[in-house]
């Protein structure tokens, strides 16, 4: 019987200019030739920063409850960019269920070879974490430059964000409240 997979894809952004796509059939390819069968496959459209990720943690939670046997991930910063400690715990948790975790990008990243994976797994989680603070510096540099060049960011002045408020709860939490006082 053939080992189930399943395949994790993750994009930073959900609007249109990104897309799990590029992902998706490369690392069918890989599930192929490794002679796995695919069970099924977990998508978010999130940051890799924070676990705050609904696919992420479903995944999770299926891995203890061993409805596969390895995750296929395009790269490691697609699985996480939280750092070595939360990305370690993550593989200590996958470890604890029996699932391994195997990158078509990052050819050391197979947690079925112990030793020197673990290793390169402490530095390339940092690697992973530094770039996103990179990412981070780099948007705050050009929003500093755009506004020294005169632009106007944001919404317009008395402009409100109801869709983004209504998918966080706030205006949920904010009437809730205003209903108890």
């Known amino acids: 019987?053939?080992?189930?997979?399943?395949?994790?894809?993750?994009?930073?952004?959900?609007?249109?200019?990104?897309?799990?796509?590029?992902?998706?059939?490369?690392?069918?390819?890989?599930?192929?030739?490794?002679?796995?069968?695919?069970?099924?496959?977990y998508v978010d459209m999130a940051s890799g920063g924070n676990s705050n990720r609904?696919?992420?943690?479903?995944?999770?939670?299926?891995?203890?409850?061993?409805?596969?046997?390895?995750?296929?991930?395009?790269?490691?910063?697609?699985?996480?960019?939280?750092?070595?400690?939360?990305?370690?715990?993550?593989?200590?948790?996958?470890?604890?269920?029996?699932?391994?975790?195997?990158?078509?990008?990052?050819?050391?990243?197979?947690?079925?070879?112990?030793?020197?994976g673990e290793l390169i797994l402490a530095v390339m989680s940092w690697v992973a974490k530094q770039e996103r603070e990179r990412i981070s510096e780099r948007t705050k540099a050009g929003l500093l430059r755009a506004r020294a060049d005169g632009k106007l960011l944001g919404r317009p002045a008395g402009a409100k964000d109801k869709g983004r408020r209504r998918k966080s709860g706030y205006l949920l939490r904010w009437q809730n409240q205003k209903v108890s006082v």
Do not use: H
């Not at 994790?8 to 998706?24: A, C, F, G, I, M």
């Not at 891995?63 to 699985?79: M, T």
């Open 1 to 41: 019987m053939a080992k189930k997979c399943v395949l994790y894809l993750r994009v930073s952004k959900s609007d249109e200019s990104q897309t799990p796509d590029n992902q998706r059939e490369p690392l069918k390819k890989m599930a192929e030739l490794l002679e796995l069968e695919v069970a099924g496959e």
């Open 54 to 116: 609904p696919a992420f943690q479903k995944m999770l939670q299926e891995a203890k409850e061993r409805k596969f046997d390895i995750i296929l991930v395009w790269s490691l910063d697609r699985f996480s960019r939280e750092g070595y400690s939360n990305t370690l715990r993550y593989m200590e948790r996958l470890e604890e269920s029996k699932v391994g975790l195997k990158s078509l990008q990052d050819s050391w990243l197979d947690t079925s070879n112990k030793g020197v």
